[in-house]
């Protein structure tokens, strides 16, 4: 009788021990997140990287045919270098052209190539921003890598596919890709490789819009796509039909957690590194929009690091599933990259991010609440 009340208390006890050392030591996921280099991509790896208990970044591979230019993959290389020192995170180029351009002018991988990047204005409030995150890209901690030596020939496919092997030998598990940009990269390898997505474990995309208008200020009539969507819709396309499981992210969830003044209250209280940094660098973003705050507040959003917070699964999120979709891409600019009901399913488990958990007021949302606490954390 004795020893048996002994060993069921050594049981429980040793259960007990084991869920709480689990729980603890949770190994953080590991992700690849391809990006396009605008403001908010920026802000998302950053975001990212921080997120050390829930996210292990495995790599960073880039697009030049989105919202910036490639060369500035090196503000990248600086915050990888300074957040995960001597780790030499790989941050690799990939297409600079749309699977558009690169299919109608293959020998010459897309070039000329300007259907649909000449939406994204190349000089103020545009790539030039981008690329020098306002000007202030030279006050990040620099790296003494410089981006040319980190991306080692220029072959999306053959790195994309060794990025993912060397996570899956490194981790044990497959890696879930998060897409910030256009899905240029992702589409390119598993072309080549269909076999790769067995390999994904799971794809988050911030794009499209369903029952929202889009966001082509630069086109406006074509008043129902999303940027990420619209510059490679080719791309956009072929991603709902891979064997994958796919999370959008749309306009429709970001656009319920504005920003507002007293969320930029909150931030300019930051002590850290990059908590001033951001402070610095959202503050110039909104002091240089055009019509002010009144503008700034309906049209900006922080819609990458939105996707991150969903991915890190922390409770921001109502996930559906919706696989009644097609996206529209024929070459019309007024129509292209708009996400469309269809009567086919899509050949990937497709589910769609549709209302966030928001507080009010709105900045004491989980998101917002667990952005500020990361980028400062020093
Ligand atoms: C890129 O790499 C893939 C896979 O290794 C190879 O099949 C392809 O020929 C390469 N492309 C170029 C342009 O070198
Ligand atoms: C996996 O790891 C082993 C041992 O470290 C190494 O020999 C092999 O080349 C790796 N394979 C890949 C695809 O990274
Ligand atoms: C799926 O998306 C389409 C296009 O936005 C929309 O018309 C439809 O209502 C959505 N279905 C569900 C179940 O969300
Ligand atoms: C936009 O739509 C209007 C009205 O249909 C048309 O007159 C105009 O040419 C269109 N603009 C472009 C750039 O296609
Ligand atoms: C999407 O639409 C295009 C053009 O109508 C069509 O060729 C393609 O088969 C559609 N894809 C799906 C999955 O319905
Ligand atoms: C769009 O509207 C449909 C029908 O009301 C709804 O089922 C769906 O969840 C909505 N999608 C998003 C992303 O809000």
């Not at 050392?21 to 949770?26: D, L, P, R, T, V």
Request: net charge neutral; with cysteine.
């Amino acid at each position: 009788m004795k020893i048996n009340i002994h060993l069921v208390f050594i049981v429980l006890f040793m259960f007990n021990g084991f869920s709480i050392a689990n729980y603890k030591h949770k190994k953080p996921l590991p992700v690849i997140i391809d990006v396009d280099g605008d403001f908010d991509d920026f802000l998302a790896i950053l975001y990212a990287l921080k997120s050390k208990e829930e996210l292990d970044v495995r790599g960073i591979t880039y697009q030049g045919d989105g919202w910036s230019n490639a060369a500035s993959a090196q503000n990248i290389v600086d915050i990888a270098d300074d957040i995960y020192p001597g780790k030499n995170l790989p941050v690799i180029l990939g297409a600079d052209y749309s699977l558009y351009e690169s299919d109608k002018n293959p020998s010459t991988l897309g070039t000329p190539g300007c259907t649909y990047q000449k939406a994204a204005p190349e000089g103020a409030g545009g790539k030039r921003d981008q690329d020098l995150l306002m000007g202030l890209n030279r006050q990040l901690r620099l790296s003494k890598r410089i981006w040319y030596d980190v991306m080692k020939g220029f072959n999306i496919t053959k790195d994309f596919a060794d990025l993912i092997d060397s996570t899956i030998n490194q981790t044990g598990k497959n890696p879930t890709i998060i897409l910030t940009g256009p899905a240029t990269n992702i589409v390119t390898l598993l072309r080549a490789y269909p076999i790769y997505s067995e390999k994904i474990d799971k794809v988050f995309w911030m794009g499209g819009a369903l029952n929202v208008s889009g966001n082509l200020f630069s086109i406006p009539n074509n008043t129902r796509a999303e940027f990420n969507v619209f510059f490679d819709c080719v791309a956009a396309r072929e991603l709902l039909d891979f064997n994958l499981d796919i999370t959008l992210i749309p306009l429709d969830f970001t656009s319920k957690i504005p920003l507002n003044s007293a969320f930029f209250d909150k931030l300019s209280k930051l002590k850290s590194f990059y908590g001033r940094f951001v402070c610095k660098f959202l503050s110039l973003v909104r002091a240089t929009w055009f019509g002010g705050d009144a503008t700034f507040f309906a049209r900006y959003y922080l819609w990458d690091p939105t996707a991150i917070a969903v991915v890190k699964n922390i409770g921001v999120a109502k996930i559906v599933s919706n696989r009644s979709l097609n996206v529209t891409c024929d070459g019309n600019l007024n129509h292209d990259g708009q996400f469309v009901r269809s009567n086919v399913l899509t050949k990937s488990n497709f589910k769609v991010a549709t209302d966030p958990i928001v507080s009010n007021p709105i900045e004491n949302s989980p998101f917002f609440q667990d952005f500020l606490k990361v980028i400062d954390y020093d």
